[in-house]
C-alpha cells in the first residue's frame, strides 16, 4: 500500500488500507477490539504490533464487509473479527 498503517491517538484505531479489486480501501480497527481479540491476556500490548501480526485476518474482515455492501471508510466492530467458536 501506498501509505503504512498507523496507530490513531485521537481516535484510539489503527488505521490501515486494503486492497480490494485493486483499489485501496481504507479501513480501521479499535484498539480495545483488538486487544480484547487478540491480546486479551497482556496488559502492554500495542495495537500496531498486535495489527500488524494479525493483518491477514484483519484485513479479510474489511474484504467481507465491503463485500457486504460496506464502503469507505470500514470501521471494523468486535463482531468482524471474532474468533470462531470452537468444534
Known amino acids: 500500500m501506498s501509505q503504512a498503517p498507523f496507530f490513531h491517538q485521537p481516535s484510539g484505531t489503527v488505521r490501515f488500507w486494503v486492497l480490494v479489486d485493486d483499489l485501496p480501501v481504507g479501513a480501521s480497527i479499535g484498539k480495545e477490539t483488538l486487544h480484547y481479540r487478540y491480546q486479551p491476556q497482556r496488559r502492554d500490548d500495542d495495537a500496531l504490533e498486535t495489527y500488524t501480526q494479525n493483518s ?21 466492530r468486535d463482531a468482524d473479527v471474532r474468533a470462531a467458536p470452537h468444534s
Not at 491477514?56 to 463485500?67: F, K, L, N
Open 56 to 76: 491477514a485476518e484483519i484485513d479479510a474482515a474489511v474484504r467481507r464487509r465491503v463485500a457486504a455492501g460496506s464502503r469507505e471508510p470500514v470501521m471494523l
